[in-house]
Structures are given as C-alpha cells and as structure tokens.
C-alpha cells in the first residue's frame, strides 16, 4: 500500500513524540483480512491504525492490495495534520 508517504518516514517523524505511547497502543489489528496484510507492512498499519491515521473500510476489512483512493489519501493527511 503506497501512502504516498515512505511508512519509514512517518514512523521516525512521529517516534520523537509519540514512541511510548505508540508502543503501548500497537495491537494486532482487528480488521477481518488482516492475513492479507503482508509481514513487513503489519507494525506500519497497526501503527497508523492505533494513531487513528486510518480505519478498515466496510465490514472491518482494511483490503491491504486495493487502491487507495483519492478521499483516502486526504483523509489520512487530514488525520495527521489533526493531531
């Protein structure tokens, strides 16, 4: 899932401030397709996931290879800039 933003970046732009607090937020994710969600893109979702950056969409499913859509995009930097 490309966010247009590299999850490495967002990760080290949020840990001088959030780390303790993300660590103790980050929980398996509770989506119903989350075994789709490759290994190394699963600490990145349950980490936008926790920081409310994004949600599953209908039925709890996050649909990890599907295209992120243009409101999406907006959403998750809308949540970001929120914060």
Do not use: C
């Amino acid at each position: 899932m490309n966010w247009g933003i590299h999850s490495e970046g967002l990760v080290h732009a949020l840990e001088f401030k959030q780390r303790e607090k993300l660590a103790a937020a980050v929980q398996p994710t509770v989506y119903t397709d989350a075994s789709g969600i490759r290994e190394w893109a699963k600490a990145y979702v349950n980490a936008a996931t926790a920081l409310k950056l994004v949600e599953g969409r209908e039925q709890r499913q996050f649909i990890p290879q599907g295209q992120l859509t243009r409101a999406e995009s907006a959403q998750v930097i809308y949540n970001l800039l929120s914060q």
